[in-house]
């Protein structure tokens, strides 16, 4: 069982930047995937990106690339999400994935939500 507590919730103005972070507990950090999903108002939730276990895979969707990197510490049980040229589609609820499986170069996630963490983006 992993815990998992995202934190870095904001308000930030179109082009601004913002990180997320995800601190997890509860199994050997380092030896899972993990990911940040996000959920904006009125639609489904939607992968954003994933890192391996080790910090040296990542994976992002098309709309996020070149603007969004994700990140891991194992030292501090915590992964980042730093989020550049943020645009008002990127509002959504963030929500972190631990721990995430890393199948033929796809990442799948089959756990619970927690709460997520807000991010808005004004025009």
């Known amino acids: 069982q992993v815990q998992r507590l995202e934190s870095g919730r904001g308000l930030v103005q179109a082009g601004g930047s913002l990180t997320l972070s995800c601190a997890a507990s509860?199994?050997?950090?380092?030896?899972?995937?993990v990911g940040w999903f996000r959920q904006a108002p009125g639609k489904e939730r939607d992968f954003v990106a994933a890192?391996?276990?080790?910090?040296?895979?990542?994976y992002y969707v098309d709309s996020v690339k070149g603007r969004f990197t994700i990140s891991r510490d194992n030292a501090k049980n915590t992964v980042y999400l730093q989020m550049n040229s943020l645009k008002p589609e990127d509002t959504a609820v963030y929500y972190c994935?631990?721990?995430?499986?890393?199948?033929?170069?796809?990442?799948?996630?089959?756990?619970?939500w927690g709460q997520g963490t807000h991010v808005t983006v004004s025009s």
């Open positions: 509860g199994r050997a950090f380092s030896s899972y995937a």
């Open positions: 994935a631990a721990p995430m499986t890393n199948v033929g170069g796809r990442y799948y996630y089959h756990g619970s």
């Open positions: 890192i391996n276990w080790s910090g040296d895979n990542t």
